[in-house]
């Protein structure tokens, strides 16, 4: 009779760690879904315009399968390992969901898949809370304090690291392929401009604005409508027709974005063809200035083409870890560990594999080449001597002391006159 008395309420807690473990799962699995129904909605069922599903396969496929697996695995997985997969999807989740409904969401108002989008931010904190309640309850109280909270100390450290390394430069990598500039309705760049439309090499319609030339060369100033416009006044002062327009996945453009300036080519190989196709072009006097991820896309793409005269590429840097591995020390490695999984973000998020080195891409430009970079730049922009040693054509290289494509506003008079000197001797042999 005693015996039987003792294991009913240990049948009783039993049932009662079993009840709570199933509900549990329950809430995981549908928060995992609810990420899941946004993923397939994002990248399927509503994608950018001028994209369809087959170019989002490895985006949606390769997120959704984590989900599943998470949601397959998590009831045989020990408490401390439920609590951790929470915790990483559900940031995903937030990330993910709220994203671009917090970014654009304000200005443009809630649209597409905005609402699964908030579902899916909101599945995310739900698996928060989760993760909290079953890290807490299935905290271990085993051995003596000293190593209880040694352990959670270390655990500590180890969840601030692979934020860092891991989860950071994730979450980076798909905000930088899921949100851009909004659009720009109107500009100034110094004089009437005719709005137009072209196709990148790749198919995609781009929208941007054309200055007729006064001096018979043309410039295509890039990337985007907003961020252009004073160096584009500079040029147009000047007499030289200009061209700029919003990159793919930005503005009015088609296409999905990418902060890093993956298939950016395309981009500038269709504004060449636009270019060369007018009757008010001079095919043999087309030059680009392009600005940080610009003057990046601007070399790829005269190792591409033979049909630029001439390249200003002001803040070039980094696009992948290829690049931040151009010069490698024990100090860079923690930059080197972060740029990879970065890397490996984007080529995901991105259905794009990373574009080659720049200093490779240098190697095969013949075009003259006025590389600028800023002694406080950007992420690789001080590669700028490797790029330069790597130029086989006509060569400049300017070091400004200030901050990243700040050459115009920090040093207005000599930029203009080196700049402009430098596309007058290129492209107009003067």
Same mark, same amino acid.
């Given at each position: 009779m005693s015996v039987a008395a003792d294991q009913a309420p240990a049948r009783s807690r039993l049932r009662e760690r079993v009840t709570a473990a199933r509900a549990e799962t329950k809430v995981a699995t549908a928060a995992f879904a609810a990420i899941a129904l946004h993923i397939l909605d994002d990248t399927f069922v509503q994608p950018e315009p001028g994209t369809s599903a087959a170019d989002n396969l490895v985006s949606g496929l390769v997120p959704v399968a984590i989900l599943i697996g998470a949601a397959v695995a998590y009831p045989r997985l020990r408490p401390g390992l439920r609590a951790a997969l929470a915790t990483v999807l559900g940031l995903f989740g937030i990330v993910a969901g709220g994203v671009e409904a917090i970014y654009y969401g304000p200005d443009e108002g809630l649209s597409g898949d905005d609402f699964t989008g908030l579902l899916a931010a909101a599945a995310g904190l739900v698996l928060l809370l989760l993760a909290t309640r079953t890290a807490w309850r299935g905290r271990s109280r085993d051995g003596s304090r000293i190593r209880r909270y040694g352990v959670r100390a270390a655990l500590v450290v180890a969840w601030a690291l692979a934020g860092f390394f891991v989860l950071m430069p994730l979450f980076l990598s798909y905000g930088f392929t899921h949100v851009a500039r909004l659009e720009?309705?109107?500009?100034?760049?110094?004089?009437?401009? &005719?709005?137009?439309? $072209?196709?990148? #090499? /790749?198919?995609?319609?781009?929208?941007?604005? $054309?200055?007729?030339?006064?001096?018979?060369?043309?410039?295509? %100033?890039y990337p985007g409508k907003k961020g252009t416009q004073s160096h584009a006044r500079m040029l147009v002062r000047h007499g030289y027709g200009v061209l700029v327009f919003d990159r793919r996945g930005e503005g009015t453009s088609e296409g999905d974005p990418n902060a890093l300036g993956w298939g950016f080519d395309q981009d500038l190989l269709g504004a060449i063809d636009y270019?060369?196709? #007018?009757?008010?072009? /001079?095919p043999r006097r087309i030059g680009g200035l392009g600005l940080s991820v610009?003057? &990046?896309? $601007?070399?790829?793409?005269? =190792? &591409?083409?033979?049909?630029?005269?001439? %390249?200003?590429?002001?803040?070039?840097?980094? #696009?992948?870890?290829?690049?931040?591995?151009v010069r490698t020390s024990v100090q860079k490695v923690p930059e080197i560990v972060f740029s990879? %999984?970065?890397? =490996?973000?984007? =080529?995901v998020f991105s259905d794009r594999l990373p574009p080659p080195s720049l200093e490779a891409l240098a190697g095969r430009v013949g075009t003259p080449v006025f590389l600028i970079y800023a002694a406080r730049g950007a992420g690789g922009e001080d590669n700028q001597p490797q790029y330069y040693a790597a130029l086989r054509g006509p060569k400049r290289l300017w070091k400004i002391d200030t901050s990243h494509t700040h050459g115009l506003a920090a040093r207005p008079q000599e930029y203009e006159r080196r700049v402009t000197a430098f596309f007058d001797r290129t492209l107009r042999g003067s």
């Open positions: 720009t309705p109107s500009g100034n760049l110094g004089a009437p401009y &005719e709005p137009v439309s $072209f196709h990148a #090499r /790749d198919g995609l319609r781009l929208d941007g604005w $054309f200055v007729p030339s006064r001096n018979g060369a043309t410039v295509i %100033v270019l060369r196709g #007018r009757d008010d072009v /001079d610009g003057g &990046e896309a $601007f070399l790829q793409t005269a =190792a &591409e083409t033979s049909s630029l005269g001439a %390249v200003v590429s002001d803040g070039a840097g980094s #696009r992948s870890v290829r690049e931040d591995t990879g %999984v970065m890397t =490996a973000g984007m =080529a």
